[in-house]
């Protein structure tokens, strides 16, 4: 009759100690899940940060409206409306801009952001998170 009690008591340690360490398990690959979604998105803010300021050095450096086209052309951009975009695969590159007549010259105002979005959504939405967003002005006198 001992032996039967000792044997149950022994299942149900086991049990106990079995139902811990699925608890522990499940905790720990949350905390992975989570770490790991961190490191994505932490790359995608770095690299977001290096093309946006290269493109905001690139559109700054431009005397005009016309070669800020040809710059943003040349790296690929694509214009929608007035808003240029360039899709960077973990991050989508949006650029704007308006000049206006100012003094002796033409100022140029714009606006350089990276968003990422959503896995599951291909177009930039308004649901996608913003990684960064750099202001951009430059200002050329006009000889005359």
């Given amino acids: 009759m001992n032996s039967g009690k000792k044997a149950n008591a022994l ?4 049990l106990i ?15 992975f899940a989570a770490a790991s979604e961190l490191a994505l998105r932490s790359k995608a803010r ?7 300021q ?16 040809a710059a943003l052309k040349e790296m ?4 929608s409306h007035g808003t240029w975009v360039l899709d960077c695969g973990d991050f989508t590159v949006r ?20 968003f990422r979005r959503p896995a599951n959504v291909q177009t ?9 967003t750099l202001p ?7 000889q005359g």
Avoid: H, K
């Avoid at 299942?11 to 086991?14: A, P």
């Fill in 46 to 52: 770095t690299l977001a940060m290096a093309q946006a």
């Fill in 17 to 31: 100690s079995l139902l811990f360490f699925l608890l522990a398990a499940t905790v720990l690959i949350r905390i």
């Fill in 76 to 79: 690929s951009f694509t214009n």
């Fill in 124 to 132: 930039l939405q308004p649901e996608a998170e913003e990684l960064i």
């Fill in 11 to 14: 299942l149900v340690e086991i």
């Fill in 95 to 114: 650029v704007t801009g308006e000049e206006t007549p100012s003094g002796n010259g033409v100022l140029w105002e714009g606006e350089v952001g990276a």
């Fill in 136 to 142: 951009c002005v430059s200002y050329t006198e006009v």
């Fill in 54 to 69: 290269n493109v905001a050095d690139t559109l700054i450096l431009a005397e005009n409206e016309e070669e800020r086209e």
